[in-house]
C-alpha cells in the first residue's frame, strides 16, 4: 500500500499536458505549451474565495507565472483571517460588491443555509478575462454569479468534506455540468467564448477530486512568495526549536501527551536546546502577525516540528517556502495516528459549534468520516467488521498522498528519540539550501500549469 500510495502521489504531482486539461471534454483541442504565446498582452482576472491567505498565494503565484503579460487582479469574498485580509489588500485591489459575496461564504461555511439552487437568483458581476473560483466546490456559486460568456478557472483547494450528503450530488452534478456546458469555444460553435479550466493545490486534492468527481486536475504547487520573498532562514545554532501550532493536536489527548513527553525527554537528557510554541488563539490574542511570526523563526528557530491536524494546512507550506528545516511525522506515524485522532477533513469535530449544531440535523447522513479514518465511537459501533479492517489501510495509503509525507528534503520521525537525534545530527544549512532549490523548482512546475490553464482560456 505505501508503494501503491507514493506513487500514485507522483503520478498527480507530475506537471499534466495540455490534453489533461481537457478531462471535461475529450474532443477539445488544447493547446500545446508553446501556445502560450498569445496575441493578448494583459488580462484582469477576479479572485472569488473566502480565505484572505489562499488569494495571496494565488496573485503572488500569477504574477510571476503570467509575465511578461500586464496582470490586473481584484478579489472578491475574503473575510479570514482578518490580519492576512489587511495582507491582501497591499497586494490586491478589493472589488466591488466583494462584501456582498462574502456574506454568502459565511452563510455557507457558518450555517449551511446557503442553497445553490438559489445561485443564478443573485445577478452578474463585472466581466473580467478571467473568474478564478476557490473552491471547496459549493463555492462555484461564481459560475452563477458571473455572465454567461466568461471565462472561468475553478481552483480545488479544499475537500468535500463538509457537504452534507444529501446535497453532495447535486452540487457534484453542478459542477460537472457547469464544466461540461461551459467547457470550451470550440464545443460550442464560433461565436462562442466561454472556457472552465481546472488546477488543484495538491496531489491529494486532485486524486479525491478524481475518485469524487471525475474531473482530473493538474496541481499547481503551492509558492507562497509572499512569504518567501519576506524572509529566508538563517539560524542553524539557535537555542530552540519551533513548534508549528496545530490547534486541534493540542487540544487532543494524543497531542498533549506526546508534547509532554518530548518536553521530559529534552530535560531530562539535557538535549542543547527547547521548544518554542505559537501562542494560542485566546479573546486577548485573536489574531496572529505572520509576517512578525516568519521573521521570528528565520532568526531564532534551530528548526521547526510540524504535526498536521489538517491535510491542507498553509502553515506547512509557508515554513517550506523560506527554507526553514522542518520534521513531519512519517507516512507510518501519521497512518497510525489518522483513525484515532480528529483529522481536519477527516473528521466532522473540527466544526465550529454553529455548524455542529446545523449538522446533527442528518446525523450518520453526514460525511464527518467521508474516507472512514478517523474513529467516532457512536459511528464506530455501525461499523462493519471489514469496515474496520480497512481503516489502517485506508489512512496508510491516504497519509501517503499528503505533502507532509512526500515533499523532498522535508524530514521524518517515528519516535520522539528519532526527532531529538535527527534535529542533532542533520547538516541544517545543507538541509535548508536543497529546501529552497525543490522550491524553485515546483514553483516553476506551477508557473507551467497556471501559463497553460491560461493559455486554455484566453486562447483566440
Not at 503520478?11 to 496575441?39: C, G, I, L, Q, V
Not at 489501510?393 to 535527527?422: C, E, K, N, T
Request: hydrophobic share 45%; charged share 20%; glycine share 4%.
Amino acid at each position: 500500500m505505501k508503494l501503491i500510495s507514493n506513487s500514485m502521489y507522483k503520478e498527480y504531482a507530475t506537471p499534466m499536458t495540455s490534453s489533461s486539461f481537457r478531462a471535461w471534454n475529450s474532443a477539445d483541442k488544447t493547446p500545446s505549451p508553446a501556445s502560450w504565446h498569445t496575441k493578448v498582452d494583459q488580462v484582469s482576472i477576479a479572485l472569488f474565495g473566502w480565505h484572505a491567505s489562499l488569494l495571496l498565494e494565488i496573485a503572488t503565484s500569477l504574477e510571476r507565472a503570467l509575465q511578461p503579460w500586464s496582470v490586473e487582479l481584484q478579489y472578491f469574498g475574503a473575510y479570514y483571517p482578518t490580519r492576512n485580509v489587511d495582507r491582501l489588500k497591499e497586494k490586491v485591489p478589493e472589488g466591488a460588491g466583494s462584501r456582498v459575496v462574502a456574506a454568502y461564504y459565511r452563510t455557507w461555511i457558518e450555517a449551511f443555509l446557503d442553497s445553490h439552487a438559489a445561485w443564478d437568483s443573485r445577478g452578474s458581476h463585472a466581466t473580467f478575462d478571467v473568474h478564478l473560483c476557490v473552491t471547496p466546490l459549493w463555492f462555484c456559486m461564481v459560475i452563477a454569479l458571473v455572465k454567461p460568456q466568461a471565462r472561468i478557472l475553478i481552483y480545488f483547494d479544499d475537500l468535500p468534506d463538509m457537504v452534507p450528503s444529501e446535497l453532495f450530488e447535486d452540487v457534484a452534478l453542478f459542477v460537472r455540468k457547469a464544466a461540461a456546458v461551459y467547457g470550451s469555444p470550440s464545443s460550442r460553435g464560433p461565436d462562442a467564448s466561454s472556457a472552465v479550466a481546472l488546477v488543484a493545490s495538491s496531489p491529494l486534492v486532485a486524486a479525491l477530486g478524481d475518485r469524487l468527481l471525475g474531473l482530473r486536475a493538474p496541481v499547481a504547487p503551492w509558492s507562497c512568495w509572499y512569504v518567501a520573498d519576506l524572509v529566508k532562514w538563517n539560524a542553524p545554532n539557535a537555542p530552540d526549536v519551533f513548534l508549528l501550532r496545530a490547534d486541534l493536536w493540542f487540544e487532543s489527548t494524543p497531542g498533549r501527551t506526546w508534547y509532554y513527553i518530548f518536553h521530559i525527554m529534552l530535560a531530562e537528557s539535557n538535549f542543547p536546546f527547547g521548544i518554542q510554541t505559537m501562542l494560542p488563539p485566546t479573546n486577548d490574542n485573536p489574531l496572529v502577525d505572520f509576517n512578525q511570526l516568519w521573521s521570528q523563526a528565520a532568526n531564532h528557530s534551530r528548526a521547526a516540528i510540524f504535526m498536521p491536524d489538517d491535510m491542507a494546512k498553509m502553515i506547512f507550506w509557508e515554513a517550506c517556502s523560506m527554507g526553514l528545516p522542518i520534521w513531519t511525522p512519517s507516512q507510518e506515524q501519521l497512518a497510525r495516528m489518522l483513525p484515532f485522532f480528529t483529522y481536519y477533513h477527516f473528521s466532522g469535530k473540527h466544526l465550529t459549534p454553529q455548524v455542529r449544531r446545523a449538522s446533527a440535523t442528518w446525523g450518520r447522513q453526514f460525511p464527518v468520516e467521508p474516507f472512514g479514518l478517523s474513529v467516532d465511537l457512536s459511528a464506530a459501533e455501525n461499523r462493519s467488521q471489514r469496515e474496520r479492517m480497512q481503516g489502517p489501510i485506508d489512512a496508510l495509503f491516504w497519509a501517503g498522498m499528503s505533502d507532509f509525507v512526500s515533499y523532498p528534503h522535508v524530514q521524518r520521525f517515528d519516535s520522539i528519540s528519532h526527532l531529538m537525534v535527527g534535529i542533532l545530527a542533520c547538516d541544517l544549512q545543507g538541509l535548508s539550501s536543497r529546501m529552497l532549490e525543490a522550491h524553485a523548482q515546483r514553483a516553476e512546475t506551477g508557473a507551467m500549469v497556471w501559463r497553460e490553464a491560461f493559455s486554455l482560456l484566453l486562447r483566440a
